[in-house]
């Protein structure tokens, strides 16, 4: 298996509800994000989780709140989101941190907040 | 600072001539390089990578890339467009700096025209 499965592909919420995404990898890779992506724009990194401890925190506001249950699971919780919120969420995972290994990404969730 | 620039923000070829898509970089540390394509409401997929050994890479679907330290750049290059190849293409910076960075490109939309 060489792929990163995210659930759902679409996602509509309001502004007061709750909502989780879902990623999912078994190539056993240990390090595992979350990106935000824009319309035209290059993906803006979140969260990284390395080996199932969160190692990088971009400054993202607590209406988002990750969470990593296993080495291959990894979900972001969604509470309270503002229609800016709207974006492509991208998980991504690779073997580790280190620079020389490249991302397998998901096809993202695709988010709009009404 | 580490920085990536993509010299162009739109390119267009015709179906069966040469793309090249042009990437320079600035880093304090030795970087490794990489090309992503991203199709329409997709994630990102992994082209190609250089990671300090052959400066010529090759990639997937005929890509290639040449690592010039002296020039900062890392050009993607493929001899024949294919109407498949219309999409965004990302090129990314890693390095270790005490802790690991990835920096992305503002990205190149490739058009091919039949």
Not at chain 1, 55 to 61: A, C, G, K, L, Q
Not at chain 1, 92 to 111: I, N, P, Q
Not at chain 2, 59 to 82: C, D, Q, R, V, Y
Request: hydrophobic share 35%; charged share 20%; proline share 5%.
């Amino acid at each position: 298996d060489t792929e990163v499965t995210q659930t759902p592909k679409h996602l509509v919420m309001g502004m007061t509800n709750k909502k989780s995404l879902k990623c999912e990898q078994h190539m056993g890779h240990r390090a595992m994000y979350w990106y935000k992506q824009k319309a035209k724009k290059p993906p803006e990194l979140m969260f990284v989780y390395s080996y199932e401890k969160l190692s990088i925190n971009e400054s993202v506001p607590s209406r988002f709140s990750p969470e990593c249950p296993n080495s291959s699971l990894l979900n972001l919780h969604l509470h309270a989101l503002q229609p800016e919120d709207s974006a492509l969420y991208l998980c991504a995972s690779r073997t580790g941190v280190e620079k020389d290994y490249g991302y397998t990404f998901g096809s993202g969730t695709r988010l709009t907040v009404v | 600072a580490q920085s990536v620039t993509q010299l162009d923000s739109h390119v267009s070829v015709s179906e069966g001539t040469p793309v090249l898509l042009r990437c320079n970089y600035s880093s304090s540390y030795s970087p490794s390089l990489f090309w992503y394509v991203q199709h329409p409401n997709k994630g990102l997929q992994l082209l190609l990578k250089y990671t300090s050994a052959a400066t010529l890479v090759k990639g997937i679907n005929g890509f290639e890339a040449e690592f010039k330290k002296s020039e900062t750049s890392f050009h993607l290059t493929k001899p024949s467009a294919h109407m498949s190849d219309a999409a965004e293409y990302f090129c990314v910076v890693s390095v270790n700096t005490g802790g690991f960075k990835t920096i992305f490109g503002a990205g190149t939309r490739l058009f091919v025209k039949a």
